[in-house]
Nanobody, 130 residues
Framework: DVQLQASGGGLAQAGGSLRLSCAASGFIFDDYAIGWFRQAPGKEREGVACISGTDGSANYGDSVKGRFAISSDNRKNTVYLQMNSLAAEDTAVYSC???????????????????????WGQGTQVTVSS
């Protein structure tokens, strides 16, 4: 079974950093697009970042460009989200999701439908105090 395990959330001060991990299992860590998403109370889900093992593309939501960085470690089947210069507005539950198969890409991450992602992990809470 495909599983995604998100971890690394917690409490950070404004201006600080956190690194989230999304450990994947149950599929060959080759043809995939894995995205990070977040949802704050009373707000819509938002795409944060995406990385593709298929074509090597990476992409970011406008609100995190220049502050967050996504990376992958194929030896560990894990995708990371390094979050720097955190602000109170970054407080949310962060989840990772995967779309599998050839042709997957992050080139069109902005506006890409959430239901295109086949598998979702549980969320990890990130709280930023101002």
């Amino acid at each position: 079974d495909v599983q995604l395990q998100a971890s690394g959330g917690g409490l950070a001060q404004a201006g600080g950093s956190l690194r989230l991990s999304c450990a994947a299992s149950g599929f060959i860590f080759d043809d995939y697009a894995i995205g990070w998403f977040r949802q704050a109370p009373g707000k819509e889900r938002e795409g944060v970042a995406c990385i593709s093992g298929t074509d090597g593309s990476a992409n970011y939501g406008d609100s995190v460009k220049g502050r967050f960085a996504i990376s992958s470690d194929n030896r560990k089947n894990t995708v990371y989200l390094q979050m720097n210069s955190l602000a109170a507005e970054d407080t949310a539950v962060y989840s990772c999701a995967a779309e599998l198969g050839p042709g997957t890409s992050c080139l069109y991450f902005s506006g890409y439908p959430f239901d295109a992602y086949d598998y979702w992990g549980q969320g990890t809470q990130v709280t930023v105090s101002s």
